[in-house]
């Protein structure tokens, strides 16, 4: 098993890396099976943060307010992870946000990863539920703030651990089964927000007397599209 790595996890503003923003990036660092450093960033992604994200992980408004933005905090886990491999549970949507932030920044960011979404699947097919939160009852793994990233990502190293305990037997069937992957995820480029666009959605905000959540100067042009046609089914055209 692989006994150096950078296990990650990511708390968000929804599931698409497009339209969603980090809010949290948690880190730990594990040297030959022991753990030698974290690393732990909330994350302003510059617009409100809707109930039910509030609710799941106990981060507000508030705290996010003075937090670096992206770009920034970015910069800082890369500076943590450097080229380590990484560990996550379902690391796929993590990577997909930080791969995101990667190409908006013109940085490469290719990276090997351990999934332990996918070791369990492959070694527990007789559970009902893969998620990390069932797999950490069923392995009486005490997680108690689920769904704030560094317990996130502790919970996920114990995880990597008691699977490789019950299943890893040094055969090559396993050995392929636990070992990192090269992590692929292609990002497709969206323009900024045209001039047009952002005086139409302003006007429209303006005239229905709107509050949105997310700064319109920030969005990309397909958000927007997106932005005004929910309005315009909404609240109907300026008159």
């Known amino acids: 098993m692989t006994d150096t790595f950078v296990a990650v996890d990511i708390e968000t503003t929804g599931l698409n890396p497009k339209s969603d923003k980090i809010i949290e990036i948690g880190a730990v660092k594990v040297a030959g099976g022991r753990t030698i450093e974290t690393f732990d960033t909330l994350v302003n992604p510059k617009c409100r943060l809707r109930e039910f994200i509030i609710e799941l992980t106990g981060i507000t408004d508030a705290m996010l307010q003075k937090a670096p933005e992206e770009e920034e905090a970015f910069q800082k886990f890369l500076a943590f992870a450097r080229e380590e491999v990484l560990l996550g549970h379902h690391l796929i949507f993590d990577y997909s946000f930080l791969k995101s932030i990667a190409v908006k920044q013109k940085i490469s960011f290719e990276r090997k990863g ?102 319109i100067e920030r969005m990309t042009k397909q958000a927007a599209s997106r932005k005004i046609d929910q309005i315009l089914s909404v609240y109907g055209k300026i008159r």
């Open 114 to 215: 351990i999934d332990t979404l996918k070791i369990a699947r492959i070694c527990l097919p007789q559970i009902e539920k893969h998620s990390l939160e069932y797999l950490c009852t069923y392995y009486q793994i005490v997680n108690l703030h689920a769904h704030r990233a560094c317990e996130d990502v502790m919970a996920t190293i114990a995880l990597y651990q008691k699977l490789g305990e019950e299943f890893f037997d040094g055969s090559l069937q396993m050995k392929k089964v636990f070992s990192a992957e090269q992590m692929a995820y292609q990002v497709k480029k969206d323009s900024p927000i045209t001039a047009a666009q952002m005086r139409y959605l302003k006007a429209l905000v303006q005239y229905h007397r709107i509050g949105l959540e997310e700064e």
